[in-house]
Nanobody
Framework: QVQLVESGGGLVQAGGSLRLSCAAS????????MGWFRQAPGKEREFVGA????????DYAGSVKGRFTISRDNAKNTADLQMSNLRPEDTAVYFC?????????????????WGQGTQVTVSS
């Protein structure tokens, strides 16, 4: 099992940057693929990006590709989401998630462990 806690959310102006962090506790963090999802009010939770167990593979939603970067540090049990050139439409609650598959995946049902989420608000 793994427990996940996100941090780093907040209010930022359009064009700004923000870095989210996901801290994991439990066993064998390095065995898990990690993903980031977001959910805006009244919308479905959507895939943002994911990273493989060893960090050598990543995948991103088209809407964030080139602006967001996922990284992980298995020694520190963390997975981060660096967000740049933020837009008002990026406003959402951001969740990190872990999958036992070890590879980056975009499907929500691949992920068995979720954090509680952190709010990101981008003002225009």
């Amino acid at each position: 099992q793994v427990q996940l806690v996100e941090s780093g959310g907040g209010l930022v102006q359009a064009g700004g940057s923000l870095r989210l962090s996901c801290a994991a506790s439990g066993r064998a963090f390095s065995n898990y693929g990690m993903g980031w999802f977001r959910q805006a009010p009244g919308k479905e939770r959507e895939f943002v990006g994911a990273i493989s167990w060893n960090g050598d593979r990543t995948d991103y939603a088209g809407s964030v590709k080139g602006r967001f970067t996922i990284s992980r540090d298995n020694a520190k049990n963390t997975a981060d989401l660096q967000m740049s050139n933020l837009r008002p439409e990026d406003t959402a609650v951001y969740f990190c998630a872990a999958t036992v598959w070890g590879l980056p995946g975009s499907r929500r049902n691949m992920y068995g462990y979720w954090g509680q989420g952190t709010q990101v608000t981008v003002s225009s």
